[in-house]
Structure formats: structure tokens, C-alpha cells
DNA sequence: GTGATATTGTTAGCTTTGCTAACTAACTAT
DNA sequence: ATAGTTAGTTAGCAAAGCTAACAATATCAC
């Protein structure tokens, strides 16, 4: 039986380790980041665009974790870089819908390969079990983020 | 047969979607951080520390894959708080020895239990299946992330 | 021994990314 | 109409990373 005020030790564990492991992976993809010239955070905003389609710039912080300020001044960087555009939407002339540009999307074609692609290899000369694990964990994290 | 030029597309899905959740994974994490006075990096260092056994700046900045000058700045400011202490070794006077004082033990305890807690319930809510997938995947990632 | 080279750590200064507070503009509801 | 809410921006701050340049110490070649 467990008790609600104190969590099976392994919970923890596993948090901490979870945890670690993410600041690392993140601090060593970061380095490689700085060659295709687009930033972590940027190509994650401009992969949420392609990938989701044009978005509100609330829309867009809310999915991205970050707050309105935070990506107003990401999405004026894509902007000034060509990389996104900002249209005003005819119905509500408080919103901007925020859309990548072909620019962007081929940038970020690139830039996604070359920056994952040291981890990608990596999983790839894993075994097809090891890959598998990784797979599910991604899933049961992203689930944890979001509806958890 | 696999090309070596060209990755199953397997593994390039899998690691963007391991980055993506590892990105928000942190942002989750560091707003809690903020309750304990210790942020991610400072508590991630000064873990090193306390499981680690006392350090040399280079072997933490290795370990934190940061390098040198950041490292120094945070030892800096673990000192200034009391959590950590630096003393000059006798062979080498080049080199310092960082350690974990008493007061950083405690609080990294309780600072890392209170940042920690909200993701160490939500694992300990999954199955236990569930778990030890996650369990697996850390373990993989942290081997890719050193030795891979 | 002495001079060149390595290594260790620090300082200074810059960049990026995050935040909050305060503001404007526009929509909504009473 | 007016009060409140929502969307986005601007300004200003802090944290955490980097490189470049430097001081101090070790080590190695000779």
C-alpha cells in the first residue's frame, strides 16, 4: 500500500534522473544549434508553425510554454530574419496570425536536420528494442506535459 | 539494408520528438525552481556535489558540460550563499577543491524534493509499466549523452 | 636551472532567453 | 457609455551561456 503523502521511492528517482538527462541532452544540442543560425527556442517556435499552420501569437506562447513578451520578441526576430509573417486578422484587429514563410520552412528543414542529426544517429545505432523504449517515452513525457 | 547516408526515418522522429519534450520538459520545471531559491543549474551543479563527492571546477563544468567561466560564476555564487565551500589543494596550487557544505545538503533535499515533486507524482500516478519505460529511456539517454 | 608550453581558474564583456510591469488598442457585456 | 477583459508591445531586469584575455602554477625540453 502506498500512502499519498509519500511517493514510492522509484518516482523520484526517476523524476531526478528524467530530469538530468534533459538539461544535458538540451545543453549538448544547443552547441550544434549555432551552425544552421537558428536558435533552439526560434526553431521551435517556426516548427510549431509549419507543422500546426498559422497561429495567434498567444496561441503560439501558450504552445511553446513561454509567455506573450517572450514570443512577441521571437516572432519579430523570424520576422526581421524573413523566416515568418505577421498578418492582421479582419474580424479581431487585436490578433495577428503569425505564419511561416517559404523561407522558413526551408530553413528550418535544414537547420532541424543538421541540428538532430548527431542525436538522430545515435538512436539509429540503437538496437530496434532501445529505440522502441525511447518512442513510448517521448510519448508518456509529452502527455505528462500536457494533459498530466 | 540501411543506407549510412540516410537514417530510417524512424530515428530523426524520434529525436525531434525527444528534444521537443525535453525543451518543455525544463520550462515546466525551472517555474517551480524559482520556490526554492535554487535554480536548475545551481541544483544541478551542487548535486554533482552532494552525490559526487567534492570537485575540481573543471571536472563540475565537465560533468555540467558547461564551460569553465560559467561554471566559476555559479561555484561563486553557491559560495556566497553558503552552500558550498572552495579550498586550495596542497600538491596542485592551480587547482581548487569545491565541496557541498551541511546547508547546501539540506537545501538541495528540500529544494530538489519541492521542484521535483509535481513531475515525481505524476510518474508515480503511471503504470508501472510505465515507469520502467521511462526508466530505460533516462538510462539510454544518459548513455548516449557521455559515452555515445 | 631556465625557458617554452600546458593547464587551471578568473575577469570582463557580450548574447540569448526568459520574466514582470505598464501600456495601447480593441472587443464584450452591462 | 462605461467598465472590464483580452491581445500584443515596449521597457527594463536577471540568469546562464559563450569567447577572449589574463594570472598563476606545473611540466617538459634542453
Redesign the pocket.
Known amino acids: 500500500m502506498k500512502k499519498t503523502a509519500e511517493l514510492a521511492g522509484d518516482a523520484h528517482v526517476i523524476a531526478e534522473r528524467i530530469h538530468s538527462v534533459a ?1 544535458r541532452l538540451l ?1 549538448r544540442l ?2 550544434t ?1 549555432s551552425a544552421s543560425g ?5 526553431s ?2 517556426l516548427s510549431v508553425l509549419v507543422f500546426g499552420g498559422p ?7 501558450t504552445a ?14 523570424l520576422e526581421a530574419d524573413g523566416l515568418a509573417t ?1 498578418t492582421d ?10 505564419a511561416a514563410t517559404a523561407k522558413g520552412r526551408a530553413l528550418l528543414e535544414a537547420g532541424r536536420e543538421r541540428r538532430l542529426e548527431v542525436l538522430a544517429r545515435q538512436i539509429d545505432a540503437l538496437s530496434r528494442d532501445e529505440r522502441h523504449v525511447l518512442q513510448r517515452a517521448a510519448a508518456i513525457l509529452l502527455w505528462l506535459n500536457t494533459d498530466g
Open positions: 538539461i545543453r544547443r552547441k544549434d537558428l536558435s533552439g527556442p526560434k521551435s517556435a497561429q495567434t501569437l498567444k496561441d503560439l506562447a511553446e510554454q513561454v509567455r506573450a513578451p517572450t514570443m512577441s520578441r521571437l516572432v519579430a526576430e505577421k486578422d479582419k474580424h479581431d484587429r487585436r490578433i495577428i496570425r503569425i
